[in-house]
Nanobody
Framework: QVQLVESGGGLVQAGGSLRLSCAAS????????MGWYRQAPGKQRELVAT???????NYADSVKGRFTISRDNAKNTVYLQMNSLKPEDTAVYYC?????????WGQGTQVTVSS
């Protein structure tokens, strides 16, 4: 059974920074993609950023240049460094692990950016 545990969310003023972490445990297949998605109230869940085990990254246009995704393969952990945060970044952020055997989600962590 795969589990994803997120941490690092919170309340920050516009222009501030936060760093999210997500640790995966269980049987983790070596071929995988880890990523972050977010869902704001009344909106659909959307991709924020993904990173392959070979550290190929992909970002939503709305976060390019402000957010950086990284991972520690030895720890099965993915990070999201969020800088220059905007009120429109307010959402529940979900960690995702995509493997050949399935797609797994964390419980979500709230990020609130005040203006």
């Amino acid at each position: 059974q795969v589990q994803l545990v997120e941490s690092g969310g919170g309340l920050v003023q516009a222009g501030g920074s936060l760093r999210l972490s997500c640790a995966a445990s269980g049987i983790i297949f070596s071929i995988n993609v880890m990523g972050w998605y977010r869902q704001a109230p009344g909106k659909q869940r959307e991709l924020v950023a993904t990173i392959t085990r070979g550290v190929i990254t992909n970002y939503a246009d709305s976060v390019k240049g402000r957010f950086t995704i990284s991972r520690d393969n030895a720890k099965n952990t993915v990070y999201l460094q969020m800088n220059s945060l905007k009120p429109e970044d307010t959402a529940v952020y979900y960690c995702n692990l995509e493997t050949v055997r399935g797609n797994y989600w964390g419980q979500g962590t709230q990020v609130t950016v005040s203006s």
